[in-house]
C-alpha cells in the first residue's frame, strides 16, 4: 500500500477582493521527495506556503498535512511542519541557545535538551550557541534557521528560498545539510527558490507556478529539453515571460 | 494536550524572561519609575498631613491609591510589553507558523505580567511601608479583592491594546502607553467618583477600578464598605476580560484572513 503523501493541496485558492494570488492550487508532497516550488516574483509561491503554514486563511480548498486537516486541526498539522523562510529570521535579541529552547517548547519537541545538542551539532552552531542570533553573518543566521525547522524533525519541512543572500559556499554547504536531512527519514520537502542551478542539484520534480497556478511540472533536468529550452533557467524566463503559451490546452 | 498547554505557553513566558535577564533597559522599568511615584508621593502626602487640618490619612488614601494604580498599569504593561516584544522583534511569522493557539499565548503573557507586576508591587509595598509608614493590613481582607479586581482589569486592558496593536500595526503603540492616564480621571483614584460631573460619573461606573478607589476611601474615612459596588466591579473586570480575549481572537482571525500575520513588520505598515 502506497504510504499517504506528507503534503496534499487541493483546489487551494487565495482572493484578496479582485486580485486572485493562488487559483485552484492542487499537488503533492510524498515522501523522500524534495519538490521545487518555482516562478516568478508574485507568482503565488509564499501566499501558498503561508497558507499551508497556517499563517493565511485560503479562500477555499483543502490542505491536509500527514493525513490530517490542516484547516481543521492547525495544532496537530503543524506539529508535522516546520519551515525556514529567508525573510524569517529568529529574534536578533535572543541567543542561538535561547532561541532553539523557545521554539522547541512551542513545537512540544520531547527531550528538548538532547534535540537542541543533535542540531547545534549537525550545523556546527557550538561556537554560537551563546550569541545573539541578530549579530550572525547571513550564513550563520541561515542556519540557526535551519536548526530551528529540523528541531521538531517535521516530516513536512517548508524552504522558502533558504539560500538566498548566501555566498556560493555558503549556499553549497546549507543545500549539503538539507539533503543529508531529507536523506534520514520519511521527510518531504517543498523549496522555494530563484536560483535554477540549486534547483537542478536539489530537487526530485519541480512545479512552474505564474498567477497563482501551476502551469508545468516534471524532473527539472527533463523539463527544459521537454519544452524546447536548453536549461532550466530558459524555461524559468520563458514562463515567466509568456505564462499564457506554457498553459495547459 | 493540557501538558502541551502549559509548555507553549511556559516558552513565552520563558522568552520574556531571557530579555528580562539580558537587558539592564528591560529590569530597570519594572521597579524604578513605581519607585519614583512611590517616593514622590510619599513626600506629597507626608507634607499634606503636616499642613492640612482635615484629619483625613493622606498616606493611606493617597499613597495608597497611587500604589494600587501604579500596580494597575503594572499589570497591563506587562501584558503589552510582552506583546511588543514581538512585534520589535517581527516573531509574529515564526510564532504563529508553529503549533501555539491564541489561548496558550495570550495565557503566556498574562503569567509574564504577573511576574513582572510582582516585581513592582513588591518594591511599592517595600519603600511605602518602610520610608512612609503605609499599611496596606489597614484596608484589611479586602486588600486581595483590590489587588485581584485590579488585576483582572488590568490584564483586560493589556490583551485589547495588544489587539488594537495587531490591528492597526506597530506604528499605534502609542495609543497604549497613555491608556492608564486616559482612565485615571475617570476611575477616581485620587477623588471620589461624586466629585466627577455627571457623563464622567457614568463612565466611571463603567470602570471596574472606581469600585476599588471607592471601598479604599470608605475604609481610610471608616465608613461601611460597598460589598456591592465591589462585586458590581469584578463583574465588570471579568466580562471586559472576556471581550478582551473577543476582541484579540477576532483581530487575530482578520490577520490570518488577510495575511498581515505573515507581513507584519514596521518596515510595511505605517
Not at chain 2, 506583546?83 to 495565557?107: G, H, K, M, Q
Request: with cysteine; aromatic share 10%.
Amino acid at each position: 500500500m502506497t504510504p499517504p503523501p506528507v503534503l496534499a493541496v487541493s483546489d487551494l485558492r487565495k482572493h484578496y477582493g479582485p486580485v486572485v494570488a493562488v487559483d485552484g492550487l492542487s499537488f503533492e508532497v510524498r515522501r523522500n521527495e524534495i519538490v521545487g516550488l518555482l516562478g516568478p516574483n508574485g507568482a503565488g509561491k509564499t501566499t501558498a506556503i503561508n497558507m499551508i503554514l497556517g499563517v493565511l486563511e485560503p479562500t477555499s480548498g483543502s490542505i491536509t498535512i500527514e493525513s490530517v486537516d490542516a484547516r481543521a486541526h492547525r495544532t496537530g498539522a503543524l506539529a508535522h511542519t516546520n519551515f525556514a523562510a529567508v525573510y524569517a529570521p529568529l529574534p536578533g535579541n535572543l541567543t542561538v541557545i535561547q532561541n532553539l529552547r523557545i521554539f522547541g517548547m512551542l513545537y512540544n519537541v520531547p527531550d528538548l535538551s538532547a534535540r537542541i545538542e543533535q542540531v547545534i551539532d549537525q550545523f556546527e552552531l557550538d561556537r554560537f550557541r551563546h550569541t545573539r542570533c541578530g549579530v550572525l553573518s547571513s550564513g550563520e543566521q541561515t542556519r540557526v534557521g535551519l536548526a530551528k525547522a529540523l528541531l521538531n524533525a517535521p516530516s513536512l519541512l517548508l524552504l522558502d528560498e533558504p539560500t538566498a543572500s548566501l555566498d556560493p559556499s555558503a549556499a553549497r554547504d546549507i543545500r549539503q545539510r538539507i539533503r543529508q536531512y531529507a536523506a534520514q527519514g520519511d521527510v518531504g520537502i517543498l523549496w522555494t527558490s530563484h536560483n535554477m542551478y540549486e534547483v537542478e542539484e536539489v530537487c526530485d520534480r519541480v512545479m512552474f507556478l505564474a498567477r497563482g497556478r501551476v502551469l508545468l511540472e516534471g524532473d527539472p533536468r527533463q523539463l527544459p529539453g521537454e519544452h524546447g529550452h536548453k536549461t532550466l533557467e530558459d524555461l524559468f524566463v520563458a514562463v515567466a515571460r509568456e505564462p499564457l503559451a506554457m498553459e495547459p490546452h | 494536550m493540557a501538558a502541551a498547554f502549559v509548555r507553549r505557553s511556559a516558552a513565552i513566558v520563558l522568552r520574556q524572561a531571557y530579555l528580562m535577564r539580558g537587558s539592564v533597559a528591560r529590569l530597570l522599568p519594572l521597579f524604578a519609575w513605581v519607585a519614583v511615584d512611590m517616593i514622590l508621593w510619599g513626600f506629597i502626602t507626608r507634607y499634606l498631613s503636616e499642613v492640612a487640618s482635615s484629619g483625613l490619612n493622606f498616606i493611606a488614601s493617597l499613597l495608597g491609591a497611587v500604589l494600587l494604580w501604579d500596580f494597575f498599569s503594572r499589570v497591563m504593561q506587562g501584558v503589552t510589553t510582552a506583546f511588543l516584544e514581538d512585534v520589535w522583534s517581527r516573531n509574529f511569522l515564526n510564532l504563529f507558523a508553529t503549533p501555539l493557539s491564541i489561548p496558550e499565548y495570550l495565557s503566556g503573557l498574562v503569567v509574564s505580567s504577573i511576574a513582572t507586576s510582582t516585581i513592582g508591587l513588591v518594591v511599592m509595598l517595600l519603600l511605602a511601608t518602610t520610608f512612609f509608614g503605609l499599611s496596606f493590613f489597614g484596608y484589611g481582607i479586602l486588600l486581595a479583592p483590590f489587588l485581584l479586581l485590579l488585576f483582572v482589569f488590568g490584564i483586560a486592558l493589556g490583551i485589547a491594546a495588544s489587539g488594537i496593536v495587531l490591528w492597526l500595526g506597530p506604528a499605534s503603540e502609542w495609543f497604549v502607553w497613555p491608556i492608564p492616564a486616559i482612565v485615571a480621571p475617570f476611575a477616581g483614584v485620587f477623588y471620589p467618583v461624586s466629585t466627577l460631573p455627571g457623563w464622567m460619573q457614568v463612565i466611571a461606573r463603567l470602570l471596574p477600578p472606581s469600585a476599588v478607589f471607592e471601598d479604599m476611601r470608605r475604609i481610610v474615612l471608616g465608613r461601611p464598605v460597598s460589598l456591592g459596588e465591589l462585586a458590581w466591579g469584578a463583574g465588570l473586570a471579568i466580562v471586559y476580560l472576556v471581550l478582551a480575549c473577543w476582541f484579540f481572537a477576532r483581530v487575530h482571525r482578520r490577520a490570518i484572513r488577510t495575511g498581515l500575520i505573515a507581513r507584519y513588520s514596521a518596515e510595511n505598515l505605517a
